[in-house]
């Protein structure tokens, strides 16, 4: 049993839902990450939240919304999503001193 | 620039047979953090070891070992006596201080097939 704990397992939605990715951690972690994985590469990072508070934003698209509503939960608003954002969202967390990375296992999201 | 470089795409082999993952990094930081994980197709990332730049000492931990050789900027994972269970992408990563946080610069990944 892995430590972050993310739900959904699996996500089907149409280009115009709206859904929300939940990741958890009651490790006491303060820095709590989502990234995007497609088949065969490796994940690429999307948001950092540090202390709560976002610290990192790699250039995603605002249809892609997260949000940190305390120490222990991260989500990730879903809005208007495109065929392309398919792929496994991951969640992470750790402390953020260069700890490693603990990982969820993912959410499988389709865009129909 | 911070890169990974992890040039096996892909390495099969028979079990019982040790198996060499190779990773080389790029940083101009003197002090950082370098990762090995191992993802399984259930898609979880394992994290397997940690090493920051001042422990150049090599570990062992069962039938895995790890070589840290800066004069090479190198990071390899040797796996002894390979497993059916040990088929994975394995991922090595270089963990880069900004914005007051930390985040991973990861290789491409390696695949690996060990058959029975």
């Known amino acids: 049993d892995t430590e972050v704990t993310q739900t959904p397992k699996h996500l089907v939605m149409g280009m115009t839902n709206k859904k929300s990715l939940k990741c958890e951690q009651h490790m006491g972690h303060r820095a709590m990450y989502w990234y995007k994985q497609k088949a065969k590469k490796p994940p690429e990072l999307m948001f950092v939240y540090s202390y709560e508070k976002l610290s990192i934003n790699e250039s995603v698209p605002s249809r892609f919304s997260p949000e940190c509503p305390n120490s222990s939960l991260l989500n990730l608003h879903l809005h208007a999503l495109q065929p392309e954002d398919s792929a496994l969202y991951l969640c992470?967390?750790?402390?953020?001193?260069?700890?490693?990375?603990?990982f969820g296992d993912g959410t499988r999201l389709s865009i129909l | 620039a911070q890169k990974v470089t992890q040039a096996q795409t892909e390495i099969s082999v028979v079990e019982k047979e040790d198996v060499t993952l190779d990773c080389v990094y790029e940083t101009r930081d003197t002090t950082y953090y370098l990762f090995w994980y191992k993802q399984p197709p259930s898609g979880e990332l394992v994290f397997l070891i940690r090493?920051?730049?001042?422990?150049?000492q090599n570990e062992i931990s069962g039938r895995y070992s790890w070589n840290f050789q800066k004069s090479t900027s190198s990071f390899n994972f040797t796996i002894t006596a390979s497993q059916v269970v040990d088929s994975a992408v394995y991922f090595c990563a270089l963990s880069e201080r900004t914005s007051g946080t930390y985040k991973y610069i990861f290789g491409t990944g390696t695949r690996l097939k060990v058959l029975a």
């Open positions: 992470a967390s750790s402390q953020p001193n260069g700890d490693p990375q603990h």
């Open positions: 090493r920051n730049s001042f422990d150049e």
